[in-house]
């Protein structure tokens, strides 16, 4: 009884100086429906959601204006630095917030959730992982595009086409993906696809390997656009694909034209009978 009893004390004492918890949260491609439902729940639960633009209109517009904090791009343009959000999540916290660091599909991917989570426990501030669909898998999973396939590709790779321009040496071993027969899945590789379309093609890649870009995964507005090694650029200039995209480089991206005309996700209802 009395262990009980001290153990309650000891948790209300703990609770009650305890900082804040920071929930790192990832929301799917865009589509309120695919976030998770504990995602869902800390986002009406918190009292702050740091974000920036790639959750999408649609999840962004559920959250109330005064709970929303923008750390992505400024008005000139300007990214927010990340070490002005890394800084602002651990003062929330500080002031005992339930706070909400919102990243499009999931955090650990690409989004530099795991430089926060760092940062966070440097600082001794409790946090937490929320898992989110990566548009990685997510964006091809809905333009019909299986990342995988048992008779496509038996592996995939994620890579990020944004270089670092000061980095003298590609951060991605291109001719190494080339040889490897998988699928290449490439996030933030909309304006340097000539770039990497070339190094695939010096590598040895067929021209005439599939390839996909899916635009705004998920989002009311989404598109994708389809050719080959040899045509993907002209094709991304012609349609005008613009950031966000995820670009698909594999037979698998050929199985979008197989089930077209029965995949659903993208039934407007302009095309609709
Ligand atoms: N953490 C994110 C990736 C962040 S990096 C995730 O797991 O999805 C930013 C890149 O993600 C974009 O440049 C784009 O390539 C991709 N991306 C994110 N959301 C997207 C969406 N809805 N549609 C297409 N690409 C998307």
């Given at each position: 009884m009395s262990d009980a009893s001290d153990a309650d004390d000891t948790e209300r004492v703990a609770s009650e100086t305890a900082p804040g918890v920071v929930y790192l949260v990832g929301s799917g491609?865009?589509?309120?429906?695919?976030?998770?439902v504990k995602g869902r729940r800390l986002l009406d639960e918190a009292d702050v959601v740091l974000h920036d633009k790639l959750p999408g209109p649609e999840i962004l517009g559920q959250i109330p204006e005064e709970k929303r904090e923008d750390v992505g791009k400024r008005a000139g343009g300007e990214w927010t630095p990340q070490e002005y959000t890394n800084k602002r999540l651990v003062e929330l916290a500080r002031e005992g917030k339930t706070v909400v660091r919102l990243k499009g599909?999931?955090?650990?991917?690409?989004?530099r959730g795991g430089e926060e989570a760092e940062h966070l426990a440097n600082e001794g501030v409790p946090f937490e992982v929320v898992p989110g669909i990566t548009s990685a898998v997510g964006g091809p999973a809905v333009a019909g595009i299986p990342v995988t396939h048992r008779n496509h590709a038996s592996s995939v790779s994620f890579v990020t086409g944004h270089e670092d321009p000061t980095k003298e040496e590609s951060a991605v071993n291109w001719a190494a993906l080339a040889e490897t027969g998988g699928t290449i899945v490439v996030l933030m590789g909309v304006r340097k696809l000539p770039d990497y379309v070339k190094a695939l093609r010096d590598a040895g890649m067929d021209p005439e390997t599939p390839v996909a870009l899916v635009e705004r995964a998920t989002w009311p507005d989404m598109r994708v656009a389809t050719g080959t090694l040899d045509t993907i650029v002209d094709v991304r200039d012609e349609r005008g694909i613009e950031p966000p995209a995820i670009t698909v480089v594999g037979d698998v991206a050929g199985t979008r034209e197989r089930v077209l005309k029965f995949l659903r996700n993208e039934s407007k209802p302009e095309s609709e009978p």
């Open positions: 491609p865009g589509d309120p429906g695919l976030m998770t599909g999931d955090p650990f991917v690409f989004g």
